[in-house]
């Protein structure tokens, strides 16, 4: 398997649920991304990790938890999330966290809070 | 601020025409410049890039862009569109020095044959 792959692609929860998105990049890269793309607004960087190592949360709120176990897997876990909360999630990855390197993108998993 | 501005929200264009997607910034200094391209149910592919030099950037799938430093610019154009083209097209800048991209809100564009 190859680039960057997402599950669930589909997701519907209650707002008292608690579940995980899980992304893999079999890229080798060392950097990976969430973002979350709601309608007709820009991609809004959440979370950022290089190294395992998170080094961004663009004051995102805590009921979004990341977790990076390793280089290659990256997980978003929910808990009592808002129905304005749905949207599309979507995990990225470049070689290293500069702007010079691409980064490359996932399908995305369609998340409805109910 | 910095920003990223799609003008075009929804461009309808006919199988074979030509194409053009507007992107400007605003931003102190010439960013690093991409464009991506979303497919229904699909994550975002990028087309091209420019970080420094020929101004007229080739990409893949036939696109190309043009960066205009005095128009603070990266248009992307294709001389005839294919009904495959039917996309979200995002434009997307980064800070040389950074790492977070910024994105344009995006055009849609639909081909009819």
């Known amino acids: 398997e190859t680039g960057v792959t997402q599950t669930p692609r589909h997701l519907v929860m209650g707002m008292t649920n608690k579940k995980s998105l899980k992304c893999e990049q079999h890229?080798?890269?060392?950097?990976m991304y969430w973002y979350k793309q709601s309608a007709k607004k820009p991609l809004e960087l959440m979370f950022v990790y290089n190294f395992k190592e998170q080094t961004e949360n663009n004051s995102v709120p805590s009921r979004f938890s990341p977790e990076c176990p390793n280089s290659s897997h990256l997980f978003l876990h929910l808990h009592t999330l808002q129905p304005e909360d749905s949207a599309l999630y979507l995990c990225?990855?470049?070689?290293?966290?500069?702007?010079?390197?691409?980064?490359?993108f996932g399908p995305g998993t369609r998340l409805t809070v109910l | 601020a910095q920003s990223v501005t799609q003008p075009d929200i929804h461009i309808t264009v006919s199988e074979g025409a030509s194409l053009e997607l507007r992107c400007n910034y605003s931003?102190?200094?010439?960013?690093?410049l991409f464009w991506y391209v979303q497919s229904p149910g699909q994550g975002l592919q990028l087309l091209l890039k420019?970080?420094?030099?020929?101004?007229l950037v080739q990409g893949i799938k036939g696109f190309e862009a043009e960066f205009k430093r005095s128009q603070s610019s990266f248009n992307l154009r294709k001389p005839s569109v294919h009904w495959s083209d039917a996309a979200e097209y995002f434009c997307a800048v980064v800070l040389s020095g950074d790492y977070k991209l910024s994105f344009g809100a995006g055009t849609t564009v639909t081909v009819r044959a």
């Open positions: 931003y102190g200094a010439t960013p690093y």
């Open positions: 420019y970080f420094s030099g020929d101004t």
């Open positions: 890229l080798g890269h060392n950097a």
């Open positions: 990225a990855s470049s070689q290293s966290r500069t702007g010079a390197d691409t980064q490359y």
